[in-house]
């Protein structure tokens, strides 16, 4: 048995716990933690540490018995041998106790010997879990536990429980949340409906979605806060050893490898196959997963290869876009799907891999970072900061990660400037969620903002008119003909042919009046909403799930998705229309303006008044009242619906921002740049 030497101050003890006081006095105390780390075999070895009068810690003591077998039964406490901490008058002998819960994490905690002979109960520091997937051979350390003569081992106050200080994070773009070394969970970002809120307790991961947020407890239970995907809630009675959010809908792993997924399901991604999974990654539209005998199985949309993955072995999966990568055992990477993906080599070899909507990125066994995505309308390597970092996190625009040391830095808020136009004058303008574009007098089109799948790229030429959507941009030439890029790109060969007066862009739809009137949409995932009613319209918009137009006879109609009451359009006559992600708002004949669907955030409220332009964003509105004044309601979390003073002929609203065209020609923007 080996000794660990500890400076403890004497003073009086007092016997707790039914114990009897010593002969001895002491006061004072000694902090110590318990390391951890996984041996290849799947055991793991524990050692305990002493921390020195300057905050360092000491050399790791090896217990004898200190081995945590690979598959102990769940929930029962199993101990090593006494280790003995000793000072001038005073000793105490402690054990490293551990249990496997229920979700495969491995929780541990010291036990004290006490003056009666008899052990306490277990003393559990704040910081006290190992995840099944440790990397082997990596020491871990607790955060401290005070030990103190013929006691329970209590957690002591110490700087290693900076508030600043991480084990993991997760962001999607506009929040972020990590769990510090005390186990709770504290998220930063846009908080509009509670996505950064998190609950007290003890967690060991967490996930970051749209405008929701999800974490798994000690005990495995799933706990999650924010706006869910539509018509999801989180299964309850479910205990999960990891979770993945995608763009809609979220999955996770149970302790016994079995998946389970809620949210949106309209390509099947929710629907997980039967098998035991070690890991699995949720994208847009789509789910991968890898199997226990290390191959990927993916489920979901397959409109490019992203749901059929190339044979082999694999250690961990990402699913971002239109495109998954795997991480194969030997550390190198193998990407597939659309834009390019399956040909893209990374010149690196890693140890871990992490995906969202921006793309890739991975640690190297150095631990510096590599990252890789979509770039420009290319599958390119991306921008990332030096040093070195302990994982990484990517999200929908920004990503971050944990720096050896525990402090967290984000990057790439990869929302791309939309909100700083480029100078000169633009005779019309329109903006997408992360990118916005302008016509010039010239009929040449300037775009700027976010360029990830080439949606800021326009061709060269003359145009009448242009519209954005999510992550593309469409323009009608002076011929009539409609041009796109950007994501959309791709099912330009779907779009009918023949001329256009007017286009519009939605989510992930597009739809155009032809010049006889007629509507004409294209959507590669919902017929529903590339099937407009028959007739002819003098106007049309596309929104998220639902497009609505105004026919000759200035009534509104509406098709798609009707999940937020968005179809249900007033009666009367209607001068303009503008869909955004879940509502539709319309300037009548009298200049007033009426809303419907989805007023979550106030969006469908709109203000007294009359009003000669309108746009409708995600969750925002904003119009051009009849004295040239701009006005917004809404959703205000970046600003977006802060116009500024002046006056205006024409307005633009995005996920999070908003752009104005001024009487002079020029361009202003608020929101999140």
């Given at each position: 048995?080996?000794?660990?030497?500890?400076?403890?101050?004497?003073a009086t003890?007092?016997?707790?716990?039914?114990?009897?006081a010593?002969?001895?006095?002491?006061s004072?105390?000694?902090?110590?933690?318990?390391?951890?780390?996984r041996t290849?075999?799947?055991?793991f070895?524990?050692?305990l540490?002493?921390?020195?009068?300057?905050g360092?810690w000491g050399?790791?003591?090896?217990?004898?018995?200190?081995?945590?077998?690979?598959?102990?039964?769940?929930?029962?406490?199993?101990?090593?041998?006494?280790?003995?901490?000793?000072a001038?008058?005073?000793e105490?002998?402690?054990?490293?106790?551990?249990?496997?819960?229920?979700?495969?994490?491995?929780?541990?905690?010291?036990?004290?010997?006490?003056?009666?002979g008899?052990?306490?109960?277990?003393g559990?520091?704040?910081?006290?879990?190992?995840?099944?997937?440790?990397?082997?051979?990596?020491?871990?350390?607790?955060?401290?536990?005070?030990?103190?003569?013929?006691?329970?081992?209590?957690?002591?106050p110490?700087?290693?429980?900076?508030?600043?200080?991480f084990?993991?994070v997760?962001?999607?773009?506009?929040?972020?949340?990590?769990?510090?070394?005390d186990?709770?969970?504290?998220?930063?970002?846009?908080?509009?409906v509670?996505?950064?809120?998190p609950?007290d307790?003890?967690f060991?991961?967490?996930?970051?979605?749209?405008?929701?947020t999800?974490?798994?407890?000690a005990?495995?239970?799933l706990e999650?806060?924010?706006?869910?995907?539509?018509?999801?809630?989180?299964?309850?009675g479910t205990?999960?050893?990891s979770?993945?959010?995608?763009?809609?809908?979220?999955?996770?792993?149970?302790?016994?490898?079995?998946?389970?997924?809620?949210?949106?399901?309209?390509?099947?991604?929710?629907?997980?196959?039967?098998?035991?999974?070690?890991?699995?990654?949720a994208?847009?539209?789509?789910?991968?997963?890898?199997?226990?005998?290390?191959?990927?199985?993916?489920?979901?949309?397959?409109?490019?290869?992203?749901?059929?993955?190339?044979?082999?072995?694999?250690?961990?999966?990402?699913?971002?876009?239109?495109?998954?990568?795997?991480?194969?055992?030997?550390?190198?990477?193998?990407?597939?799907?659309?834009?390019?993906?399956?040909s893209?080599?990374?010149?690196?070899?890693?140890?871990?891999?992490?995906?969202?909507?921006?793309g890739?990125?991975?640690?190297r066994?150095d631990?510096?970072?590599?990252c890789?995505?979509?770039?420009?309308?290319?599958?390119?390597?991306?921008?990332?900061?030096?040093?070195?970092?302990?994982?990484?996190?990517?999200?929908?625009?920004a990503s971050?990660?944990?720096?050896?040391?525990?402090?967290v830095?984000?990057w790439?808020?990869?929302?791309?400037k939309?909100?700083?136009?480029?100078?000169?004058?633009?005779?019309?303008?329109?903006a997408?969620?992360?990118?916005?574009c302008?016509?010039?007098?010239?009929?040449?089109?300037?775009?700027?903002?976010?360029d990830d799948?080439?949606?800021?790229s326009?061709?060269?030429?003359?145009f009448e008119?242009?519209?954005?959507?999510?992550?593309?941009?469409c323009?009608?030439?002076?011929?009539?003909?409609?041009?796109?890029?950007?994501?959309?790109?791709f099912?330009?060969?779907r779009?009918?042919?023949?001329?256009?007066?007017?286009?519009?862009?939605?989510?992930?739809?597009?739809c155009?009046?032809?010049?006889?009137?007629?509507?004409?949409?294209?959507?590669?995932?919902?017929?529903?909403?590339?099937?407009?009613?028959?007739?002819?319209?003098?106007?049309?918009?596309?929104?998220?799930?639902?497009?609505?137009g105004?026919?000759a006879?200035?009534?509104a109609?509406?098709?798609g998705?009707?999940?937020?009451?968005?179809?249900?359009?007033?009666a009367?006559?209607?001068?303009?229309?503008?869909a955004?992600?879940?509502h539709t708002?319309?300037?009548?004949?009298?200049?007033?303006?009426a809303?419907?669907?989805?007023d979550?955030?106030?969006?469908s409220?709109?203000?007294?008044?009359?009003?000669?332009?309108?746009?409708?964003?995600?969750?925002?509105t904003?119009?051009?009242?009849?004295?040239?004044?701009?006005?917004?309601?809404?959703a205000?979390?970046?600003?977006?619906?802060?116009?500024?003073?002046?006056?205006?002929?024409d307005?633009?609203?995005?996920?999070?921002?908003?752009?104005?065209?001024?009487?002079?020609?020029?361009?202003?923007?608020?929101?999140?740049?």
């Open positions: 048995m080996r000794g660990l030497t500890v400076a403890i101050l004497v003890l007092t016997a707790v716990l039914g114990a009897v010593p002969t001895h006095a002491a004072g105390y000694a902090d110590v933690r318990v390391a951890a780390q290849e075999d799947g055991r070895e524990f050692a540490q002493q921390r020195a009068p300057g360092s050399e790791r003591v090896l217990p004898q018995r200190r081995f945590f077998p690979a598959e102990p039964g769940h929930g029962r406490w199993l101990w090593s041998t006494p280790v003995t901490v000793t001038d008058s005073f105490v002998e402690v054990r490293i106790t551990a249990r496997r819960l229920a979700n495969g994490t491995t929780e541990f905690g010291l036990r004290q010997l006490i003056a009666n008899t052990w306490s109960e277990v559990l520091p704040r910081a006290r879990f190992v995840r099944p997937g440790a990397t082997v051979g990596r020491w871990l350390g607790s955060s401290p536990l005070r030990l103190e003569a013929n006691t329970l081992p209590s957690i002591a110490s700087p290693d429980e900076d508030p600043r200080r084990t993991s997760s962001t999607w773009g506009d929040h972020a949340c990590a769990i510090g070394v186990g709770a969970v504290r998220c930063w970002g846009a908080n509009g509670g996505q950064a809120s609950p307790g003890v060991t991961s967490v996930v970051t979605g749209n405008a929701y999800c974490a798994v407890r005990d495995g239970a999650c806060w924010g706006l869910l995907p539509r018509g999801a809630s989180a299964p309850l205990t999960f050893a979770i993945s959010a995608g763009e809609g809908h979220a999955c996770g792993v149970r302790p016994d490898g079995a998946v389970v997924c809620w949210g949106a399901d309209d390509h099947g991604q929710a629907t997980p196959p039967v098998g035991t999974f070690r890991m699995v990654s994208g847009s539209g789509f789910t991968c997963g890898v199997q226990a005998d290390g191959s990927i199985e993916c489920w979901g949309r397959d409109d490019h290869g992203e749901t059929s993955p190339p044979d082999g072995s694999f250690i961990a999966v990402g699913a971002a876009g239109l495109a998954a990568c795997g991480l194969g055992a030997d550390g190198s990477v193998t990407c597939w799907g659309g834009r390019g993906a399956s893209f080599s990374l010149d690196a070899s890693l140890t871990s891999i992490s995906s969202g909507a921006a890739f990125c991975g640690i066994p631990r510096s970072i590599a890789w995505g979509r770039s420009s309308g290319a599958f390119a390597e991306l921008d990332h900061p030096g040093g070195a970092f302990e994982s990484v996190s990517v999200g929908a625009g971050c990660g944990i720096r050896v040391g525990g402090s830095e984000c790439g808020a990869g929302y791309g939309q909100s700083t136009p480029p100078a000169g004058e633009f005779t019309a303008i329109a997408g969620w992360h990118h916005t302008a016509t010039r007098g010239d009929g040449s089109i300037t775009c700027w903002g976010m799948w080439g949606q800021s326009p061709p060269d030429g003359a008119s242009v519209a954005a959507g999510m992550a593309d941009t323009a009608i030439r002076s011929d009539g003909s409609v041009t796109c890029w950007g994501l959309i790109d099912i330009d060969s779009r009918p042919g023949g001329a256009f007066t007017s286009v519009s862009v939605g989510a992930t739809h597009a155009g009046i032809t010049t006889d009137g007629v509507v004409a949409c294209w959507d590669p995932y919902d017929e529903a909403k590339a099937s407009p009613p028959t007739g002819t319209f003098e106007a049309v918009s596309a929104g998220g799930s639902h497009s609505c105004i026919r006879d200035g009534s109609t509406c098709w998705s009707d999940n937020a009451l968005q179809l249900r359009a007033p009367g006559a209607f001068e303009a229309i503008s955004g992600a879940e708002c319309g300037i009548r004949a009298d200049g007033t303006i809303c419907w669907g989805s979550l955030f106030g969006q409220s709109p203000p007294t008044g009359t009003f000669e332009a309108l746009s409708a964003g995600e969750y925002h904003c119009g051009v009242r009849a004295d040239g004044t701009a006005e917004c309601w809404g205000n979390l970046d600003g977006q619906a802060d116009p500024p003073s002046g006056a205006f002929t307005v633009a609203a995005g996920q999070y921002h908003t752009c104005w065209l001024r009487t002079d020609g020029t361009v202003a923007c608020c929101g999140r740049n």
